[in-house]
């Protein structure tokens, strides 16, 4: 390819638009262009990119036995009304209707859809395993694109759907992605970390998300240097404090007067005590009903957590007139002595305190000296609380660390969420039906592509690795009026495509420094 020729509009001005690097870089290396929040175009040398990404993915997933088709983007909203998920995925969903008034929405992901594939088409266990998957775009009508496409409303994504017989099976079938999955990344160039995830609106139970570690990543990470866990925050979990013997000399709980003291940090100053001694107790209401919270004084709830606990479909913080009837007080001034209004649950944290102090359910009222299983029991003792850097490894004896990083694939045990659902089943040797046991797998392909700039680039530009390079080598005549020049430039660009390295040739009528400037700001290795 000839630069002259080439779609190739660099900018050297940021728009100011772009707060990380790949987004950046996108912008000026001229691989993509805005065409609305969170939607881009991708011009030649992006798509060349977005091509060779693609490739590897069909590559990996090919040799692990999948099979790759296409389905349909606009997807029939009684699928999603079966699995319960139409609700679920709230304002996120784009939905529409046809000239027939009839709902549908534009697929954000696409396990409906392939279950109902399946259960028409795959009857008897002799057909078994099987592991579908596509390359096609994804819609999310995101509150805040942002990032360029690391998170935006239209992406490009690999997804694949594994069907076994039973358990078994799906660990097989999860196994042979997750070694793709890892395959996958190393080729593109990336550092690829599997981290323990909460698996959000997909459902099921195990999920381990493929985390490249960047300043500039939304999700945050722990991780044990000494032993591998690595969790995202969500889902990660801390050493389990061990309870000391209970103090004899802890008197019994008292009230205190605390006017209009209700944070943690108000409470520290006015009774100069340590957070460590508070229990503080949040209201929730789970499915419309109470619920109260309980973590330490110094910690945050972790909602996530906390609503996979309770096996809630819909989790919200109670309103200030719902707590002053659960508990009898006005917000701030809770605690779980006497509460008789709401279901408790108490992070283990809370349990290991044994000279606490705690909302006393009056208004501008504490309880000092207040213990678990002395003064108040919790019915389920469960980890709700966010993980932190300098928190004990819960595999070892090591300390966690904190970092960021960008989501570039996920894979998920989804068990029988889905076939249960739609009623997707086969047949078994004695001719029962038997649900089919599910997993799914996605990467993000556009995401991956600017993970990768993340990872290398530098204040000159982008440093492709030579795999997914949209061209290999950039041929640069200084001088294009000279016939010398531009025979032997020619006769280089020829015989580089000839030995299979793909090279583009600036030809342009540019002055060196132009040239030299783009050479770098592209990355051709």
Not at 108 to 123: S, Y
Not at 485 to 505: H, T
């Amino acid at each position: 390819m000839r630069m002259s020729a080439l779609l190739a509009p660099t900018l050297r001005e940021t728009p100011a638009e772009a707060e990380i690097p790949s987004h950046r870089l996108m912008l000026r290396a001229g691989l993509m262009r805005k065409s609305a929040g969170g939607i881009y175009t991708y011009l030649p040398l992006g798509y060349r990119v977005l091509k060779k990404i693609m490739a590897i993915v069909r590559e990996e997933m090919d040799a692990a036995g999948a099979q790759e088709l296409m389905l349909p983007i606009v997807q029939p909203a009684e699928l999603w009304h079966a699995s319960g998920r139409w609700s679920d995925y709230g304002d996120e969903m784009f939905r529409l209707k046809d000239r027939h008034g009839r709902q549908f929405c534009l697929g954000p992901t696409h396990e409906e859809i392939i279950t109902d594939l399946v259960k028409n088409e795959v009857r008897s266990y002799r057909q078994l395993p099987i592991n579908l998957y596509q390359i096609q775009n994804k819609y999310r009508d995101e509150i805040r694109p942002r990032f360029g496409v690391m998170r935006g409303r239209e992406f490009i994504m690999k997804d694949a759907y594994s069907f076994d017989r039973d358990v078994e099976g799906l660990e097989r079938s999860y196994d042979l992605m997750y070694r793709a999955y890892e395959r996958i990344f190393a080729r593109c160039g990336l550092k690829a970390h599997p981290v323990l995830a909460d698996p959000g609106a997909i459902g099921g139970n195990d999920t381990h998300e493929f985390m490249v570690f960047a300043e500039s990543g939304e999700a945050a990470i722990v991780h044990c240097e000494r032993c591998g866990y690595a969790a995202n925050v969500e889902k990660a979990e801390a050493r389990i404090p061990q309870a000391s013997p209970p103090r004899e000399d802890v008197p019994a709980p008292c009230e205190i007067s605390t006017p209009g003291v209700r944070t943690i940090d108000e409470l520290e100053a006015f009774l100069q005590a340590s957070p460590e001694r508070m229990i503080k107790t949040l209201i929730y209401l789970a499915d419309g009903a109470p619920v109260a919270a309980l973590v330490r004084g110094d910690r945050e709830l972790n909602e996530v957590k906390l609503q996979r606990a309770l096996g809630a479909s819909n989790l919200a913080a109670a309103p200030p007139e719902v707590v002053e009837r659960v508990t009898g007080a006005p917000v701030g001034f809770a605690g779980p002595v006497g509460l008789k209004g709401a279901r408790i649950l108490a992070d283990h944290e809370v349990v290991a305190i044994d000279d606490g102090i705690t909302g006393a359910n009056k208004a501008d009222t504490h309880l000092v000296h207040v213990r678990y299983g002395r003064d108040f029991t919790a019915d389920a003792v469960v980890d709700i609380r966010t993980v932190v850097a300098g928190d004990g490894c819960p595999a070892c004896d090591g300390v966690l660390r904190a970092t960021r990083g960008i989501e570039v694939g996920q894979v998920f045990k989804l068990g029988e969420k889905y076939s249960r659902a739609l009623g997707a089943t086969f047949l078994d040797e004695s001719g029962e039906e038997r649900y089919f046991v599910m997993g799914c797998y996605g990467i993000g392909i556009s995401r991956t592509m600017a993970a990768i700039i993340e990872q290398h680039h530098d204040e000159d530009g982008i440093i492709w690795p030579y795999s997914v390079a949209p061209y290999h080598a950039a041929i640069v005549v200084i001088r294009p009026e000279d016939d010398r020049q531009r025979s032997i430039a020619e006769d280089l660009y020829d015989r580089l495509w000839q030995s299979g390295v793909e090279a583009v040739l600036d030809d342009r009528e540019e002055r060196p420094g132009v040239k030299f400037k783009d050479a770098d700001l592209i990355g051709f290795p």
